[in-house]
């Protein structure tokens, strides 16, 4: 049952509950109180919620020894994107104790329920803990020398039968940095752009809307400067649940500042429990509303003219677009009545500095890049972005997808965004130190197909791959329909979870259909147990972050370093490790890792993580991941206690080793770490020189548009020796400006080097491209961005929407809608057909929404993290939320007969799909919507599949996944599924 969300008296009856209850009747010491529990928490709180069903578990564990010596290690939370601290206490190499780390500015010595019971993953006995294969249907324990060797050959066999892209590598954004980086370095060894993680199916279209409106796809300001904000919109965050100690500033922020708090949410979330507002909207409706907010905001003349006349370009032409979104429009598309929206839009607008917060309940749409182009053209029509308290604050899920993003594991990009060109391949082999044609060598002639032209291989490398939202479409569908040489044949799974994508009924036949599957992850997952799979199987227990060294990047963009707490448990290895064996084993190891330092690991060499990102420091120019060396950044960690709260800036009594610097040195971070570049706490700021970590936009797109320049127009940071817009800076422009000259040796002889001699590409080489970092160096110190300063898009042309219009999801619960609002044309986008216009037009001709008239959306719960498999093996957190469940509103619920509680049908539009859940009956929900979590899997229509992981690693807690449910729709740039609405009908079970 659901007790355990509803009923106090549920959870108070274990050791735990009755050690809590008795701290009011006795003088206790809370470091004792907490050692003596086995789990040290931030906030008493998270403890009186743990049942009696724990305490063995934890007595079992055993105390600290007093009479053996403790060592102190640090790392980061595994799970979301916070970047919580957490100081574990070792003793003979065990685990034995944790705190939250109390002089982080981040977590300030607190936890979630999730970050409180990190050490249980270490400890987790339903972990792997050995290799295993399947044989006949079973599970066989074998060697790891044996599980190399033989998924070496599989993939050579299917190289040479079906190329280089029929190997699909699906990386995770459980990685560190350096396990990201080295992840896209073997994709690009082997030969394929098939390469991806969960950034695909969280944030995919917020870098793709960000970066194409004012530069970079990342989160502008920090979840401390929130603390800054007067008015604070929330739309499609649910960060109470998804991000619980990022709650701490903006609660604090709320009190201080009495700040607005907006939440804009088509369900009465946690965060909406904090708002000050609290506005139900139709899902799938954000654009109508946000254009509602505009067309308020243009009418009252409650724009900021000043900052869009100088930073912004094409409001004008948003103006009339939202002309035609008036109150009575908006209402009709989004129920959202006209008093309601003109009330958020002049509180935004004029109390000021405002921050628009969003997640996945923006970002999984067919329309989710044009969701996001709404949330900054609102941001920017108020002078709302590059300066404390505003920006936009774009909260990612996991705890490196920000890094793993920015480290390429992309369909469409190496390393730091340099896409996938000749010049960016170039770049990389020089970085590499291995030649270009070496690359081309490895990559795919392409036939001609469908009556498209062939491609040679050098126009293969150029070409974005297959998205993990489609793999299993490139494994079932028409070879002639795949626009690559042959279908998917076989997948490596690092740390990715297999119910985290919809049509998970074509997803099994896709694991069916392959010659081979393998699964690297601490956990078995659902690629594991949701197949039919007899054989070519491979499970290989990869480690926690925890259990190896390296850096991660926090949604801030900060980047932490997280120390190896104890060696890898059981028989499991780290991925720099095993990428490093298969390397070997492929033939390709010497030159991949050549620049690396090798040290004997626990079953074979292995890259330390700090040669590794330096590497990294050598290449990442695009972003500034160039300054953050290893030594620095163990440096802020050794002294978090000298970081401003609010600011993130080094106190004036820091050490000179972190003096001047902000916490975790946010990218950019320009420059060699010689340089010492502070980091760019702030995105965009012109408010401070760009030395001390200001900027500006970057003009990616050109110098002007329709006789309109695209740099900015009286806009400039402090100390700017050129004092208007400018473009990007390259050797020429130095040359020009005559700042050459200053210029080393070193330097130019580098940039020299780069331009083979030739003259004019020599004064091509670009402030990206310059590996000496002189360009850089050199137009920081005259006060300039070495990317330019230009102006944000309004107007983005080159996207399917150049301004965003509301558009119907493909499932509509208003088919009368879809003539006036349909989605984009059908189109070929990643290699893939996207058939969403025959597919909505299909079921508006079959009245779906008659036999299906719930719409169904869905998102997190505090308890759990991603697809769950590492939460739900949790036994702290599976006794928290042992149950899936569907939220159905009252009157939903009693004209079918449903009562709380009971086991329900859900029922999808697609594939006769179906999910046995229980019902939790809620006005948390309105009429004709439910909500479903989506961290649960091992139980398939109505199916227990427990007997199909490996005994003894099957989660504690299984239950559907909403991903039976969810259905066909994907966003025309990034390939996002429309994860956050469809239709379903609910019945009694």
């Known amino acids: 049952m659901l007790v355990k969300r509803r009923s106090r008296e549920a959870t108070a009856t274990g050791r735990l509950s009755q050690l809590a209850a008795g701290v009011a009747a006795k003088p206790i010491d809370r470091r004792s109180f907490l050692r003596a529990s086995g789990l040290s928490i931030g906030g008493l709180a998270v403890i009186a919620t743990v049942g009696s069903g724990l305490t063995r578990r934890v007595e079992a564990a055993g105390f600290t020894d007093p009479a053996q010596p403790i060592e102190i290690k640090k790392n980061m939370c595994t799970h979301c994107s916070v970047g919580c601290s957490v100081v574990a206490e070792v003793q003979n190499g065990v685990w034995v104790g944790q705190e939250p780390a109390y002089n982080s500015p981040i977590n300030r010595g607190t936890h979630c329920a999730k970050g409180a019971s990190v050490r249980e993953v270490v400890h987790g006995d339903r972990r792997l803990k050995y290799p295993m294969k399947k044989v006949g249907g079973e599970w066989q324990r074998i060697s790891w020398d044996q599980a190399l060797d033989e998924i070496a050959a599989k993939m050579g066999e299917i190289r040479e039968n079906s190329g280089a892209d029929s190997v699909y590598l699906l990386g995770s ?110 899902p799938g409706t954000d654009i109508a509303v946000i254009n509602g907010m505009l067309y308020h905001i243009f009418e009252n003349g409650w724009e900021d003219t000043e900052y869009l006349a100088q930073r912004v370009y094409g409001m004008d032409q948003v103006r009339e677009v939202v002309k035609a979104y008036t109150p009575e429009v908006v209402e009709k598309i989004a129920g959202v009545d006209g008093d309601t929206l003109k009330r958020a839009a002049e509180k935004f607008a004029k109390e000021r500095p405002s921050t628009f917060i969003w997640c996945m309940g923006g970002t999984q749409h067919t329309v ?223 030159e991949m890792f050549k620049n690396f330092e090798l040290v004997q690991g626990k079953f074979r060499m292995e890259p330390t993580p700090e040669s590794i990102l330096r590497e990294i420091n050598r290449g990442g120019w695009s972003v500034g991941y160039t300054g953050q060396s290893p030594e620095r950044l163990k440096a802020h960690m050794a002294n978090q206690q000298h970081f401003d709260l609010v600011t993130l800036k080094a106190l004036p009594d820091a050490p000179a080793e972190i003096a001047g610097d902000f916490y975790g040195l946010p990218w950019p971070c320009w420059g060699t770490p010689e340089f010492r570049h502070p980091g760019s706490h702030i995105l965009y700021n012109t408010n401070i020189p760009v030395k001390e970590g200001g900027g500006a936009f970057r003009p990616r797109f050109g110098l002007e548009r329709d006789g309109e320049t695209l740099l900015a127009e009286g806009s400039w940071n402090p100390g700017s020796e050129i004092q208007d817009g400018y473009p990007q800076f390259t050797m020429g422009v130095l040359k020009e400006l005559g700042w050459d000259t200053d210029l080393t040796a070193r330097e130019r002889a580098v940039i020299e080097g780069i331009g083979g001699g030739d003259e004019e590409k020599i004064n091509g080489v670009s402030w990206s491209l310059d590996l000496s970092g002189g360009i850089q160096r050199v137009a920081i110190e005259h006060g300039c961005v070495p990317y330019g300063n230009g102006k944000a898009r309004a107007v983005a042309w080159n996207l399917p929407d150049p301004i965003p219009v509301h558009r119907e999801p493909i499932y509509s619960a208003r088919p009368e809608l879809v003539a006036e609002y349909p989605t984009n044309d059908d189109r070929r986008q990643q290699r893939m057909p996207n058939i969403g216009k025959v597919v909505q037009q299909s ?147």
């Open 368 to 590: 989710g890049t044009a969701n996001v182009r709404a949330y900054n053209i609102l941001l920017l029509a108020t002078g709302n972005v590059g300066g404390q308290g505003n920006g936009a604050n774009i909260f990612r899920g996991h705890c490196n997808v920000q890094g793993a993003t920015d480290f390429g594991l992309d369909v469409g990009n190496l390393p730091c965004y340099y896409g996938l060109g000749a010049g960016a391949w170039e770049h990389w082999s020089r970085v590499w130190e291995v030649p270009y044609n070496y690359f081309v060598s490895r990559f795919d002639e392409v036939p001609s197909k469908g009556g498209r032209d062939a491609r040679t291989a050098e126009e293969n490398m150029a070409i974005p791959g297959i998205t993990s939202t489609r793999w299993f479409d490139a494994v079932t569908m028409d070879s002639e329909e795949v626009d690559q040489k042959d279908n998917i044949k076989a997948m490596l799974v690092f740390g990715h979870g297999g119910n985290t994508v919809p049509r998970m009924q074509d997803a099994r036949r896709g694991m069916d259909a392959l010659d081979l599957l393998v699964v690297a992850d601490p956990h078995p997952t659902t690629f594991a147990a949701l197949h039919s799979r007899t054989d070519n199987t491979y499970l290989l227990p990869v480690c926690t972050q925890f259990e190896c060294s390296g850096s991660r990047t926090a949604s801030n963009r900060s980047v932490q370093w997280g120390e190896k707490v104890v060696d890898p448990i059981f028989e499991s290895d780290n991925d720099y490790a095993v990428m490093y064996g298969l390397s070997q084993r492929l033939g390709f190891a010497d």
């Open 173 to 282: 954004a459980k990685f560190s940095n350096e396990g990201s980086y080295l992840f896209r370095k073997f994709a690009a060894f082997w030969g394929t752009n098939n390469v991806d993680h969960q950034a695909r199916i969280c944030h995919s279209t917020t870098v793709a809307g960000v970066a194409n409106t004012w530069g970079y796809g990342a989160m502008t300001n920090s979840y401390n400067d929130i603390r800054n904000s007067k008015t604070v919109i929330f739309m499609g965050s649910n960060a109470a649940e998804a991000h619980p100690v990022s709650m701490q500033h903006i609660l604090t922020g709320k009190e201080t500042q009495r700040a607005n708090v907006i939440v804009l949410d088509p369900r009465f979330t946690r965060t909406a429990a904090h708002a000050t507002e609290y506005i139900r909207f139709r």
């Open 843 to 989: 079921a508006v001709d079959r009245n779906i929404a008659a036999d299906f008239p719930i719409i169904l959306t869905s998102g997190r719960l505090v308890e759990y993290e991603g697809g769950g498999e590492e939460t739900r093996s949790n036994p702290w957190l599976a006794e928290l939320q042992q149950d899936m469940f569907v939220e159905i509103n009252p009157a939903d619920a009693t004209a079918r007969g449903i009562v709380d509680g009971d086991w329900v049908w859900v029922y999808g539009p697609e594939n006769e799909s179906k999910a046995r859940v229980k019902a939790l009956v809620t006005e948390r929900v309105n009429s004709g919507l439910a909500f479903m979590p989506f961290h649960f899997a091992g139980w398939f229509q109505g199916e227990d599949q427990r007997g199909n992981y490996p005994a003894g690693t099957d989660p504690i807690v299984l239950g559907e996944s909403v991903n039976v449910i969810t259905s066909y729709g994907y966003d025309p740039v990034t390939g996002m599924h429309e994860g956050k609405v469809t239709l379903c009908q609910i019945a009694a079970a």
